[in-house]
């Protein structure tokens, strides 16, 4: 009996010396894998982002990896990830155009999407373009022979005439470039686009700028180059926090770069779909929102906000207050009465105080309801919380624009959309021509005697403001319902 139980505690401390010596092993073995994960280096072009297509939406993930490989019945299969990653950017380049237009992309190499507002043009083949002139040279082919040239000014808004004139065109030819050879060659596509038409006005800024620059360039995660055209620098100053999130690379500014760059395929031009909104059937990917694009936005201007149920109580309200036309006459009663039903009221009136987007973005965004008369400020509800009001107060006469503008935009961002149309005698118009004129009781005769000119020299350039507060209260009344705090009218 003593000796099987020798044996028996013999083998228990050759089973345990075992077991310990497999540890110390394994031990060793993940020290060396963490030694080489941590000390292997790529080549700058293979340290890149990889994707995925997963059920026919694009998953973007870091890669640190650069070659995997896989073992599959004694055959070592290598992936190369930098590879993936240049067909990626072809598929997603697709994505930009549909239709036919996708089937001739596919097809040539090059393709037009044409829409009632937007011309956008994409190549997904390699491209030398010359800054200087402004001339994007593609390589011929069979199906896309030598010498065929298409010329774009690079601007959203297609169908605005006086604009176009002073956009730069860009042509787009299958003709030989001229030396030299390439100054600089790209890993990433290029996006041409134009700074210039209306910006200086915050409502065309966003409208044509940088929602259709959200649209065309979002799915690539960054992975293209900005090439600029009528490049002002005040606007590329002012919105500093978006470019980068939109691209990794500086931007190229054709007004001072002279050189030849080649990338492997181009976008010239953005696409458009509607006044400060995105329709998601339309987008590249039949992903983005609007929701989307106002998400970006409170994360590029850290804006903590999200709802208006996580306002102040007592509620802000911002009043946009013009300095020129469309001023509020009687604004500092207005303001009395709007702080009697609870508010506290912040008054914008300074251009510099709200060319500041980083600072004012943050104010807009702590405030429930937002009240100004039609007007670029009022773009401004970009930054409001989800589930915010903005008051629209329609001068007399002047209506075009102020429902795609406004009101249509509203709930595609999640806000609530209220509007005060003044009467006649609400209009500084009836101290000059008297109630009982056509410009006050026929508007639309101005127009149709003058065009679209006259009613805005008339409506919008010389007409002030002075708001009945009666009714008026009765709009704040119900903007207050609308973000929870409800107020009796008959009480106060």
């Known amino acids: 009996?003593?000796?099987?139980?020798?044996?028996?505690?013999?083998?228990?401390?050759?089973?345990?010396?075992?077991?310990?010596?497999?540890?110390?092993?394994?031990?060793?073995?993940?020290?060396?894998?963490?030694?080489?994960?941590?000390?292997?280096?790529?080549?700058?072009?293979?340290?890149?982002?990889?994707?995925?297509?997963?059920?026919?939406?694009?998953?973007?993930?870091d890669s640190k990896p650069v070659v995997s490989s896989e073992v599959k019945k004694d055959h070592v299969i290598t992936y190369d990830v930098k590879k993936e990653e240049d067909d990626n950017l072809q598929y997603l380049l697709t994505r930009l155009v549909g239709g036919e237009d996708r089937t001739k992309l596919d097809s040539t190499g090059f393709a037009c999407d044409n829409t009632s507002w937007s011309l956008l043009c994409v190549t997904n083949k390699p491209v030398k373009i010359n800054m200087s002139t402004m001339r994007v040279h593609l390589h011929p082919s069979p199906s896309?022979?030598?010498?065929?040239?298409?010329?774009?000014?690079?601007?959203?808004?297609?169908?605005?005439?006086?604009?176009?004139?002073?956009?730069?065109?860009?042509?787009?030819?299958?003709?030989?470039?001229?030396?030299?050879?390439?100054?600089?060659?790209?890993?990433?596509?290029a996006v041409i686009f134009s700074s210039g038409g209306y910006t200086g006005n915050l409502f065309h800024e966003f409208n044509e700028n940088l929602i259709p620059l959200f649209i065309t360039t979002r799915l690539f995660k960054s992975r293209v180059h900005f090439v600029v055209v009528d490049y002002k620098p005040s606007f590329v100053r002012k919105y500093r926090r978006v470019f980068p999130r939109l691209s990794d690379h500086e931007i190229i500014n054709t007004a001072v770069d002279s050189s030849t760059h080649c990338f492997p395929g181009a976008v010239i031009g953005l696409k458009f779909h509607k006044f400060l909104g995105v329709n998601t059937s339309d987008n590249p990917q039949n992903y983005y929102?609007?929701?989307?694009?106002?998400?970006?936005?409170?994360?590029?201007?850290?804006?903590?906000?999200?709802?208006?149920?996580?306002?102040?109580?007592?509620?802000?309200?911002?009043?946009?207050?013009r300095q020129t036309t469309r001023k509020f006459l009687n604004q500092a009663e207005m303001v009395k009465m709007i702080e009697e039903l609870g508010f506290r009221v912040i008054i914008a009136s300074s251009t510099k105080e709200m060319v500041d987007i980083e600072k004012f973005s943050r104010v807009i965004n702590s405030c429930s309801v937002m009240v100004g008369a039609h007007g670029a400020g009022l773009a401004n509800e970009i930054f409001l919380p989800d589930g915010a009001v903005m008051v629209q107060v329609r001068p007399l006469g002047f209506q075009w624009g102020t429902d795609a503008f406004y009101s249509e935009p509203g709930p595609g961002m999640g806000l609530k959309y209220l509007e005060y149309r003044i009467e006649p005698e609400e209009s500084s118009l009836a101290d000059v021509y008297g109630l009982d004129h056509p410009v006050l009781q026929d508007t639309a005769s101005v127009a149709a005697k003058g065009g679209y000119a006259a009613a805005r020299?008339?409506?919008?350039?010389?007409?002030?403001?002075?708001?009945?507060?009666?009714?008026?209260?009765?709009?704040?009344?119900?903007?207050?319902?609308f973000i929870g705090r409800h107020k009796d009218i008959a009480n106060t």
């Open 289 to 321: 929102s609007m929701a989307d694009f106002r998400s970006f936005i409170r994360q590029t201007y850290k804006l903590k906000t999200r709802s208006v149920f996580h306002t102040s109580n007592p509620p802000v309200l911002l009043l946009i207050s």
């Open 144 to 189: 896309l022979p030598e010498n065929t040239t298409t010329v774009i000014r690079p601007y959203s808004m297609q169908e605005s005439p006086y604009v176009m004139n002073y956009i730069t065109p860009v042509t787009i030819t299958t003709t030989p470039p001229p030396p030299p050879t390439c100054d600089h060659h790209h890993q990433h596509p």
């Open 457 to 481: 020299e008339m409506y919008l350039n010389k007409q002030d403001l002075r708001l009945n507060l009666n009714r008026f209260r009765e709009t704040l009344v119900e903007a207050l319902g």
């Open 1 to 61: 009996m003593v000796e099987k139980e020798m044996m028996r505690v013999g083998k228990g401390r050759r089973g345990r010396v075992a077991l310990y010596a497999t540890q110390i092993l394994c031990v060793f073995f993940l020290f060396h894998l963490l030694y080489t994960e941590l000390t292997f280096k790529g080549t700058p072009s293979q340290q890149i982002k990889l994707d995925i297509v997963v059920t026919g939406r694009q998953i973007l993930l």
